[in-house]
C-alpha cells in the first residue's frame, strides 16, 4: 500500500517547514498587533497634545479689540437669537428686560473711549420709524474673562 505523502498534514511531512512557518506566523501576528498599539498610543498622544496646546481666546486691552467684538457682536445678533454668550454679568444677573436691549441690525462702529475695564462705543445703526434713517447709539463693553462682552446701552 503507497501513502500518498502530500496528503499527510505539513507537520509530518517537514516539521522543520512547519516550525518555521509557525514562527514566522507568530511573529507576524505579534508585530501587526504592536504596530497597532503603538499607532493607538500616538493617535492618543497627539490628542492630548493637541488638547492641552488649543489656545484659548483672549482679546487685547485696546480700541481695535473694542471694534472687533462690536462688528462682531452686531453680525451676531439678529432678531430672537441667544446673545447671552457674549452679555457680561450685570446684564445676565438683570431681570429688566431693557437692560439686554441693543441696537438693531448690523453696525457702523465709531468712536470708542476705555476707561480700565469698561468701554463705551459710538454705533451708528438703522431704525425703522421716525424720519431719520440711522441714529447713533453709544453701548457699553466690559473687559470680564478675558473678552470685551456686551454690557448695554448708555
Given at each position: 500500500?503507497?501513502v500518498?505523502t502530500?496528503?499527510?498534514?505539513?507537520?509530518?511531512?517537514?516539521?522543520?517547514?512547519?516550525v518555521?512557518?509557525?514562527?514566522?506566523?507568530?511573529?507576524?501576528f505579534?508585530?501587526v498587533?504592536a504596530v497597532?498599539a503603538?499607532?493607538a498610543?500616538?493617535?492618543?498622544?497627539?490628542l492630548?497634545?493637541?488638547?492641552?496646546?488649543?489656545?484659548?481666546?483672549?482679546?487685547?486691552?485696546?480700541?481695535?479689540?473694542?471694534?472687533?467684538r462690536?462688528?462682531?457682536?452686531?453680525?451676531?445678533?439678529?432678531?430672537?437669537?441667544?446673545?447671552?454668550?457674549?452679555?457680561?454679568?450685570?446684564?445676565?444677573?438683570?431681570?429688566d428686560?431693557?437692560?439686554?436691549?441693543?441696537?438693531?441690525?448690523?453696525?457702523?462702529?465709531g468712536?470708542?473711549?476705555?476707561?480700565?475695564?469698561?468701554?463705551?462705543?459710538?454705533?451708528t445703526?438703522?431704525?425703522?420709524?421716525?424720519?431719520?434713517?440711522?441714529?447713533?447709539?453709544?453701548v457699553?463693553?466690559?473687559y470680564?474673562g478675558?473678552?470685551?462682552?456686551?454690557?448695554?446701552v448708555?
Amino acid at each position: 500500500m503507497v501513502v500518498n505523502t502530500y496528503q499527510a498534514p505539513l507537520r509530518q511531512r517537514n516539521p522543520a517547514a512547519f516550525v518555521a512557518v509557525a514562527a514566522t506566523s507568530a511573529i507576524a501576528f505579534v508585530l501587526v498587533v504592536a504596530v497597532a498599539a503603538l499607532a493607538a498610543a500616538f493617535g492618543m498622544l497627539l490628542l492630548l497634545a493637541h488638547a492641552l496646546s488649543d489656545p484659548l481666546v483672549h482679546d487685547r486691552h485696546d480700541e481695535g479689540s473694542v471694534r472687533f467684538r462690536a462688528s462682531l457682536f452686531s453680525r451676531d445678533s439678529a432678531p430672537g437669537k441667544d446673545m447671552s454668550d457674549s452679555m457680561c454679568r450685570r446684564i445676565l444677573g438683570s431681570f429688566d428686560a431693557r437692560d439686554r436691549w441693543y441696537p438693531p441690525g448690523r453696525w457702523l462702529v465709531g468712536a470708542v473711549t476705555i476707561a480700565g475695564d469698561d468701554a463705551t462705543v459710538a454705533v451708528t445703526h438703522p431704525v425703522t420709524a421716525g424720519a431719520d434713517r440711522e441714529t447713533t447709539t453709544t453701548v457699553r463693553f466690559r473687559y470680564e474673562g478675558g473678552l470685551w462682552q456686551y454690557c448695554g446701552v448708555s
